[in-house]
């Protein structure tokens, strides 16, 4: 390198002369830089044999055979150095160490140090970890496959809906009702589900979110009992149930009706050796009576009945009768997390 003279920008300010080669001050820059940077620096001679290394990172080390690295990467290693002492261009390895905490990663940068005529002279190392980089394309490319998952879950939960929508829908006006409808309360559980960090969502405030839809604050609803955490999957088919629950009450039920009121139940009830959790939704209706078989084929009860528990591998009960409606939903361990 060679020393710049000193010239004026536009804006007047003066750009500082650069050291020569010979400087101190450029040697001992550099030397900051290196140490600040956590970069290693290993010079040889012509004949690889090491004349000085600088700020040298543990495993690292330039007065053992192979540095100090496993034989397998001191070969790779060796054999580069070797091939650039011999035809002067440079090379790039990526290269793997055990360590205390797990696999540690390093780039090393190999490069002739020619003289002016071409003759060589050395070959300079330069080595900096990389394990931090490495683990953070590691965990993103993990969350990318996890969102693809999910994508693909979603997409068949949203294909299943518009087909039984489609199914039991009088017209294509009440389709496009009914499925936007069920669309949103996909939406409202993703949005808990993603805000968790893919965790899920808690059972409460799915059940509060779906019903807040259609009443303010979601007055009307009374908790009683367990707020387990729902893993994704059991958040969104939860949430579709107390959806197509809460439709139904607003429409015909007691949250139709002023001072009117549901109540969900929740309890850890034992199955086995594997705790279950059972979830209850309860109100009064008027003029229930018994089902007609028509009732039976509108999507609202095949969803509570056989699409919901059947996502879960749990089980369902709907009934209507002497004026109240009852809703019982039992959810296999592995769907919520267990307090």
């Known amino acids: 390198m060679t020393s710049s003279r000193g010239r004026q920008t536009a804006g007047g300010d003066e750009i500082i002369t650069l050291p020569g080669e010979g400087d ?23 004949g ?80 900096i970890e990389i394990t931090e980089q490495k683990r953070r394309e590691q965990t993103l ?16 939960i949203i294909q299943s809906i518009a087909s039984q929508t489609g199914r039991y ?24 589900v993603t805000s968790s960090n893919w965790r899920g969502a808690e059972l409460h405030a799915l059940i509060s979110g779906q019903v807040a839809r259609y009443m303010p604050d979601a007055q009307g609803l009374r908790f009683e009992g367990a707020n387990p955490y729902l893993n994704p999957n059991a958040a969104l088919h939860i949430g579709l149930a107390m959806h197509e629950l809460a439709v139904n009450s607003i429409s015909y039920g007691a949250l139709s ?3 009117g009121y549901v109540e969900v139940k929740a309890h850890m009830a034992e199955s086995g050796e594997t705790p279950s959790l059972s979830v209850m939704w309860s109100e009064a209706i008027a003029g229930a009576g018994d089902r007609s078989s ?46």
């Open 24 to 46: 101190p001050q450029l040697g001992r820059a550099l030397l900051h830089a290196l140490r600040n940077a956590d970069i290693s620096v290993l010079y040889q001679d012509a």
């Open 48 to 127: 690889l044999k090491t004349i000085w290394a600088h700020n040298m990172l543990d495993p690292w080390a330039y007065d053992k055979p192979g540095h100090g690295l496993p034989p397998l990467q001191a070969e790779r290693l060796d054999a580069a150095r070797r091939n650039v002492a011999a035809t002067g261009e440079p090379e790039r390895l990526e290269i793997s160490l055990p360590g205390e905490t797990g696999v540690r990663w390093f780039n090393v940068w190999i490069d002739a140090d020619q003289a002016s005529d071409g003759a060589m002279q050395g070959v300079v190392t330069t080595q």
């Open 141 to 156: 490319k993990t969350l990318l496959r996890e969102v693809s998952h999910r994508s693909k879950n979603l997409l068949a």
């Open 169 to 192: 829908s009088d017209g294509i006006a009440d389709f496009l009702t009914r499925f936007r409808g069920r669309l949103q309360s996909l939406s409202s559980s993703q949005d808990l």
């Open 257 to 259: 009706r002023p001072g």
């Open 294 to 339: 028509a009732h039976r084929r509108r999507f609202g009860s095949v969803a509570l009945e056989r699409v919901v528990p059947v996502s879960l591998n749990g089980t369902a009960e709907l009934s209507m009768a002497n004026g109240r409606l009852e809703y019982r939903l039992n959810v296999p361990q592995g769907n919520f997390e267990a307090e």
